[in-house]
């Protein structure tokens, strides 16, 4: 059975948060929420969700920060901004930050509910979203965290060398660097950190996967830019 969307609701405004939070819940998203932007950055940038509910005006670290720094993180991340009726260079700013859609308080639940359902219809598909993928001789099982080969053998995954294939191959055929996958996969940021933690996840997928390091056919690295799942030929 698919999990519900995860949405994060940050938004300073105690009535006005507290609704949206009521409203989601009974629509069946699973809700956090933050009341300040220092939280909400944490949250925002550390949390696990599918949807950012932005509020721009926020005391402490301000909503157009937390914006720009999830998509530093997180450049695929929907984001709607919500904002007063007459913040229009703020809204403005929003948009060209990248969010994808936003909603000017006071606004109805229809009109909400309307708003997120539309974003997350037209988001990209999530990592959580894909159970099996073909792999060449055999099949990933991601429910299951295993590797099945057409000869019989199985190789177990771990959880975060399933998460990281999964994530991969949704994005089959692009290049996906180490910083997205610091981001989108072990939900940190980048900044500053060594990525020679990704480094020894993908050696020891492709040992799971049989696949060749010195001529890798799955798990290819792509030089300059970070690593690509190459799709199956059929």
Known sequence: MKSAPRILAIEDDAAIRRGIVDALRYAGYEVSQAGDG????ELAVRGEYELLLLDLVLPGTEGLDILREVRRVRPTQPVIILTAKGDENDRVN???????????KPFSVRELLARVEAVLRRSPERPGDLAQAPI?????????RE?????????ELSEREAELLRYLVINAGRA?????????VWRISPRGLSTRTIDMHVARLREKLRDDPTESRVLVTVRGKGYMFSTPAT
């Not at 220092?38 to 950055?41: H, I, T, V, Y």
């Not at 590797?147 to 190789?155: I, S």
Request: glycine share 16%.
């Open 38 to 41: 220092n939280d909400g950055m």
């Open 94 to 104: 929003g948009l060209r930050l990248g969010a994808d859609d936003y909603v000017v």
């Open 136 to 144: 060449p001789g055999g099949c990933a099982d991601f429910a299951r």
């Open 147 to 155: 590797v099945r080969f057409d000869d019989g053998g199985r190789c």
């Open 176 to 184: 996906i660097s180490r910083e997205e996958l610091l981001s989108n």
